[in-house]
């Protein structure tokens, strides 16, 4: 996600890139602030084997299915819009 998200970044001019990880009806946002180049949440520090599962599950926190998931989302789309539009 974030070397998607970096290099998209490169070819946009938009502030905020977003990218969301779903796992059933949970979810994390990914947030590339293009200005620092700093992508949130914090990367994961590689581990001593080959895999490297390490992930918290926090950050899968939000529920589509709950007012504060649905609430979550809709911020982020309302910011993309914004965005958006300040493009035309």
Same mark, same amino acid.
């Given at each position: 996600? #974030?070397? /998607?998200?970096? *290099? &998209?970044?490169?070819? *946009? !001019?938009?502030?905020? &890139?977003? $990218? &969301?990880s779903v796992m059933g009806t949970r979810f994390a946002v990914? =947030? &590339?602030? #293009?200005? =620092? $180049?700093?992508? %949130?949440? +914090?990367?994961?520090?590689? $581990?001593? !084997?080959?895999?490297?599962? =390490?992930?918290?599950?926090? @950050? @899968? /926190?939000?529920?589509?299915?709950? %007012?504060? $998931?649905? /609430?979550?989302? +809709? +911020?982020?789309?309302?910011?993309? /819009?914004?965005? !958006?539009?300040?493009?035309?």
């Open positions: 996600m #974030r070397d /998607k998200l970096r *290099t &998209l970044s490169a070819i *946009t !001019s938009i502030p905020r &890139l977003y $990218g &969301l990914y =947030t &590339l602030d #293009r200005d =620092t $180049g700093h992508v %949130e949440p +914090e990367c994961i520090a590689p $581990g001593a !084997s080959d895999v490297n599962d =390490t992930a918290p599950q926090a @950050w @899968w /926190k939000f529920d589509v299915t709950t %007012e504060a $998931g649905c /609430k979550r989302f +809709e +911020e982020v789309v309302g910011d993309v /819009k914004v965005m !958006s539009a300040a493009l035309s």
